[in-house]
RNA sequence: GGUCCGAUAGCUCAACUGGAUAGAGCAACUGCCUUCUAAGCAGUAGGUUCCAGGUUCGAGUCCUGGUCGGAUCACCA
């Protein structure tokens, strides 16, 4: 319809000032609520070209419209701001296209392929709430990207090798006395708490090596506290505005702590170990091997428990410990074709100076893969395997930095797929005190949150008298949804590049713009159809179709749900499921409005009647299907 | 210090890519359940869009310079 509008104003434009437009330089907006009207064309934009003033134009084009197009009722100008009242027909005509519209929701295929990497977790660490705006957005990116009409792969690659791997398998060694997974600590969880065991342990040996070695520092010989003492004299230097000099002495001290700390971190016999465990590991020694299978088994059945909470999957998983060692052909082309070079010390470098970019270390010197040489081998790996023109990273902005490079790189590569690289980077989820800190222990576990979620979500429908007659089995599926839903819809409907707040308290509300209101509205409109179906009421589209008269508030529906694919398209292109979001809370905020100003039972006249049923039954197509895309389920009844 | 990102109502977030008097929710206050689900609806109050310049018919949005906050700049991942 809005096109139709649009190519009314070009000919308007022709006929009355034969000037060609092209009907992408006319862009509609919707009417400001305080005039009348549905649609807004500005004319500021054409009294340069038209030599007129933009009232002129607004009249001239209003009146060329109501003349020419049926859809047109009347219009207003308002200075430069034309406003166009569009006949309630059109809108009872606009919303039975929506309802035979098998598509609705649903962009045509475009036959481009993107693959979407995800979640991405460490298996020593157990999933907190950082991870859940990963896996949520990944996952919710995907979905809108296959309703845009992409083919899309959902990937996940699982950093389960390294140094800090080593670490957790040796703090199980050395004091794990055989403990298993169980009812009480789950795979993850428990290999997570070895992880942790190692650094305390580890912490301990540091502070032991520093004791021991501080008297070879006769600038420390009398200090008490180094730590203390690094701090203090840091603290000096920290402040712009009031930077105090450091004393001689102080210069001496603080190199000095430098370098017992270094000395004692790298030589902590715990961290030797370590070492040594993952020079086996490499090494393909089978205990080591079998140690790293059992406890990364556990880990996954862990992190696959998790997953299915979340209601997350994967069509496919790549593990560092099968593509850390690729890439490092890549090295050897880079350096052939000249777009790396060697330091004296034979390791590899890009430089990307040009690029703002620095120089950037592809290749150890000791010829071992840095984290950019396994990227640069799992992202052939990835063409090689699906083929995509676009490949998107979900991965934390504090890596924006190491995308723009693994960008470059691919582009200096000549890889035809390195325009198609996008760092999806989204912002860090703070809490009220400030940022998680695992060291102090306010990192927010994922399964801890989802289940206190669910157990709220049960406390307050119980509360509310809502489920009556439901199986305990249907109840507990709703607390469920309804916990996935607030959870979810909190964590997506902000724009993901921001760093946002995540407020306990507040995701837990059920009040409002949240997941709740929105499944609310979707259960109300079911409860409807129900009876509508009950009472035997026909409203399919040829029962309404001749009606001529709605409110502004049903009008202003209709628009709304037209917008359902453009929505998509939007956001797929943003990739960002907060369009999406924000578009199924609008709906619902439009439909509860709707539902509060006019009865339909009670309505006498039955083409009316019949088109608020299927306008109800549209609404709820539109937030069924806007809440699917961000992965958050519709209830029947609530 | 270099680079990148952010700053909008007391709080959490929007603002269709430069459009009208900057909008929602929460919190506060006022109405509305004898009528299809009140997890709701309607209303009141709340703003120097961090600051200073600039670009133009028009700037929260673009440019320049600042302030404040965050990230990053490892032969870590």
Redesign the pocket.
């Known amino acids: 319809m809005e096109q139709l509008i649009i190519n009314g104003i070009a000919e308007a434009v022709k006929s009355l000032y034969g000037v060609e437009l092209e009907a992408s330089r006319i862009?509609l907006?919707?009417?400001?609520k305080?005039?009348e009207g549905s649609l807004?064309f500005?004319t500021?934009?054409l009294t340069k070209q038209l030599g007129k003033n933009p009232v002129e134009i607004g009249e001239a084009i209003g009146n060329y419209l109501k003349e020419n197009v049926d859809a047109v009722a009347d219009f207003n100008i308002?200075?430069?701001?034309l406003?166009l009242v569009i006949s309630d027909s059109v809108w009872v005509t606009t919303l039975a296209q929506l309802v035979e519209d098998e598509n609705y929701g649903r962009v045509a295929r475009n036959g481009e392929k993107v693959m979407v990497e995800y979640s991405s977790p460490?298996t020593n660490k157990p999933l907190h709430l950082g991870h859940l705006r990963n896996n949520f957005l990944g996952h919710s990116v995907s979905l809108i990207l296959d309703a845009a009409g992409y083919d899309v792969q959902k990937v996940n690659l699982v950093?389960d090798r390294?140094?800090h791997i080593c670490k957790s398998m040796l703090a199980y060694v050395k004091f794990g006395n055989g403990e298993t997974p169980s009812a009480t600590v789950k795979g993850d969880k428990l290999v997570g708490n070895y992880y942790v065991a190692f650094d305390k342990a580890y912490k301990k040996e540091i502070a032991q090596l520093i004791s021991d070695k501080q008297s070879d520092y006769p600038s420390l010989s009398a200090v008490e506290d180094v730590k203390a003492l690094k701090k203090a004299i840091e603290a000096k230097g920290a402040s712009?505005k009031n930077k105090i000099p450091l004393t001689e002495e102080e210069k001496v001290q603080i190199k000095d702590i430098k370098a017992l700390l270094e000395y004692a971190e790298k030589n902590a016999p715990l961290l030797l170990e370590a070492q040594e465990m993952l020079r086996k590991w490499e090494a393909g020694d089978k205990e080591t091997v079998a140690l790293w299978e059992k406890m990364n088994g556990w880990v996954y059945e862990g992190f696959a428990q998790s997953y299915k909470m979340m209601g997350v999957e994967f069509d496919n998983v790549y593990y560092?410990s099968q593509t850390y060692l690729l890439g490092k052909d890549i090295v050897q082309e880079g350096l052939d074709s000249g777009v790396f070079f060697k330091?004296e010390?034979d390791?590899v470098w890009i430089d990307l100076k040009k690029e703002?970019l620095?120089e950037k270390?592809v290749l150890?010197?000791?010829g071992t893969a840095?984290?950019m040489t396994q990227d640069m081998g799992t992202a052939d790996l990835k063409y090689k395997d699906f083929g995509m023109t676009k490949s998107v990273y979900v991965v934390g902005?504090?890596?924006?930095?190491?995308f723009k490079v693994l960008k470059a790189i691919m582009k200096h590569l000549g890889r035809s797929y390195a325009d198609g690289i996008y760092h999806l980077s989204y912002g860090?989820v703070e809490l009220p005190e400030g940022?998680m800190k695992s060291r102090e222990g306010t990192v927010v576990d994922a399964d801890d949150l989802i289940q206190e979620m669910i157990d709220t979500?049960e406390e307050?429908?119980k509360e509310?008298g809502?489920i009556d007659g439901f199986s305990d089995k249907e109840a507990s599926v709703l607390f469920k949804q309804?916990a996935l839903g607030a959870l979810k819809y909190y964590l997506l409907?902000?724009?993901p590049?921001?760093?946002?707040?995540f407020?306990p308290q507040?995701s837990i509300?059920?009040?409002?713009?949240t997941g709740?209101?929105i499944q609310?509205n979707h259960?109300?409109i079911?409860?409807?159809l129900r009876?509508a179906d009950k009472d035997g009421i026909n409203y399919t589209t040829s029962t309404f179709k001749d009606l001529t008269e709605l409110s502004n508030a049903e009008s202003d529906l209709v628009a709304l749900l037209g917008k359902m694919n453009d929505k998509i398209t939007?956001s797929a292109?943003?990739y960002a499921p907060?369009?999406i979001a924000?578009y199924a809370f609008d709906v619902a905020?439009q439909y509860?409005?709707v539902?509060?100003e006019?009865?339909?039972?009670?309505e006498e006249d039955e083409a009316k009647k019949a088109f608020r049923i299927a306008l109800s039954a549209q609404s709820a197509k539109a937030i069924n299907n806007a809440l699917a895309l961000i992965g958050v389920q519709s209830p029947e009844?609530?």
Do not use: C, W
Not at 497 to 501: E, G, Q, S, W
């Open positions: 862009a907006q919707p009417t400001k305080e005039f807004t500005v500021f934009g308002v200075k430069g701001f406003n460490n950093n390294g140094i712009k560092e330091k010390n390791s703002k620095d270390l150890r010197g000791d840095v984290y902005n504090e890596q924006d930095y190491h860090m940022k979500a307050r429908t509310s809502k309804l409907k902000v724009d590049k921001k760093t946002m707040l407020n507040e509300d059920f009040q409002g713009d709740v209101y609310y259960a109300k079911q409860a409807l009876r939007e292109d943003a907060s369009i924000n905020k509860s409005k539902y509060s006019s009865p339909i039972f009670n009844r609530m």
